[in-house]
């Protein structure tokens, strides 16, 4: 598979969040868990669904998740998301995960996927989207 540099194009969407990659977080191989990967993917998407939305937000689904390459300890862990799609009550968010290695020096595309997120209200049920399109 081919690495994916900056070379190759820029992150796409805002930064939600950037966050460093700590030993806590490894597998047994020593490599970042993806499963902290996703939950810091889900925690980016959930903030720009929460503007769009304008209120509370839950994730719904997870889909077209590809771990590109590993996470390592001590890189900076940056997600970037675009809304790609507003429903009625739910919105699609693709994320990506680009890591900056050793002090910033290479950046690299690691995982992306697309989360779906739904608006509720105080009762934690489904809400219009104000300026929703369907």
Known sequence: MAHHTDSDREPAGELAIRTLAMPADTNPAGDIFGGWVLAQMDVAGGIIARGVAKGRVATVAVDGMTFHLPVFVGDVVCCYGAVTRVGRTSMAIHVETWA???????????????????????????????????
Do not use: H, K, N, W
């Open 100 to 134: 900056l290695r050793g002090g910033g020096g290479e950046r690299v595309l690691v995982t992306e996927g697309v989360f779906t997120y739904v608006a509720i209200g105080d009762d934690r049920r489904p809400r219009i989207i104000d300026g929703a399109s369907d």
